[in-house]
């Protein structure tokens, strides 16, 4: 592949949803040691419980820091908080991603919408150059060939 083609196959990840996940967890990790220490005739149980607060509060920030889509030539990927989902690239319509909106959108054949977590308005320009870019992606891959000859991008160099 090309260098730009390879650009255009990289993995939309937010810049600021990768790294304040982890401050959060750091700080969130300290705090509750800080109290278990701090307060008086804290017991065993006590500490269980700041643990298991700590590591809950870790397993979800990491859920944040997880958040990507990932293009192939086969269709995206797209890793929210909680699930993903696999989709073709014949099931996206198009890419919305407006001056009010908070993240992504992909219009889905099926009439339904599907949120893209890792293009965030929170990013600024760079997100509305990730959702230029993914909206590029689909055109190219759901547009009819020109030529007659078979649609879509030769098959990725993986």
Not at 1 to 6: D, F, I, R, V
Not at 60 to 83: D, H, K, Y
Not at 150 to 154: E, I, R, T, V, Y
């Given at each position: 592949?090309?260098?730009?083609?390879?650009d255009l196959y990289r993995p939309f990840r937010p810049r600021a949803g990768r790294v304040a996940p982890w401050v959060a967890a750091g700080l969130w990790v300290a705090v509750l040691i800080g109290l278990s220490v701090a307060l008086p005739g804290a017991g065993a149980a006590d500490a269980i419980g700041f643990a298991a607060v700590g590591a809950l509060g870790v397993?979800?920030?990491?859920?944040?820091?997880?958040?990507?889509?990932?293009?192939?030539?086969?269709?995206?990927?797209?890793?929210?908080?909680?699930?993903?989902?696999?989709l073709s690239w014949a099931?996206?319509?198009?890419?919305?991603?407006?001056r009010d909106s908070t993240f992504a959108h992909l219009d889905l054949a099926a009439g339904s919408t599907a949120a893209v977590l890792a293009i965030q308005s929170?990013?600024?320009a760079y997100a509305r150059r990730e959702a230029t870019r993914l909206a590029t992606l689909v055109e190219f891959h759901t547009r009819p060939p020109r030529d007659g000859s078979?649609?879509?991008?030769?098959p990725s160099q993986s």
């Open positions: 592949m090309t260098g730009s083609a390879e397993w979800l920030m990491s859920r944040f820091a997880g958040i990507v889509a990932i293009p192939t030539s086969q269709g995206l990927e797209v890793r929210n908080l909680f699930g993903a989902d696999v099931e996206i319509v198009s890419v919305t991603f407006g929170a990013d600024g078979a649609g879509g991008p030769a």
